[in-house]
């Protein structure tokens, strides 16, 4: 069902009659998004592991759904596969997690990083010198 359909199905319907049936199956599974992503970045989890700094398992349980990916696995996914800021936060609503906000700094950084297509390391530097948490830090 379009937006346009949804919007006008809710514009009909008495406050007391929410049509929740329009939203059954509307919601994207994040599991096959992030698989999607992959595919479409012409990539594997294999190879992004290393600049994941994640343990294997722990990758591996965020890309088959037995984890639920964090919003730090998620930014660096999307500077890993140089993601638009655009694409990142279509990402971390698809996740239903926060989005970018340009007035926190270190949201601020990620922004101009994804616009500048920063490398980690030259992400790391600007965070090192704000004094704002590392983004690529080793996580087991």
Do not use: W
């Amino acid at each position: 069902m379009s937006t346009e359909e949804i919007l006008n199905a809710l514009k009909d319907q008495k406050v007391t009659e929410f049509p929740t049936e329009l939203f059954e199956g509307n919601k994207i599974n994040i599991v096959h998004y992030l698989n999607q992503l992959v595919n479409d970045h012409e990539t594997t989890v294999a190879a992004l592991l290393p600049d994941l700094c994640y343990e294997r398992s722990y990758v591996y349980q965020m890309f088959n759904g037995t984890r639920k990916p964090t919003r730090t696995f998620l930014l660096r996914l999307s500077i890993l596969l140089h993601l638009s800021f655009n694409e990142a936060q279509q990402l971390l609503l698809v996740a239903e997690k926060p989005m970018l906000y340009p007035k926190i700094r270190f949201d601020a950084v990620i922004i101009y990083a994804l616009e500048h297509d920063l490398t980690p390391a030259g992400i790391e530097e600007i965070l090192y010198e704000l004094k704002e948490p590392s983004l690529f830090e080793r996580i087991s």
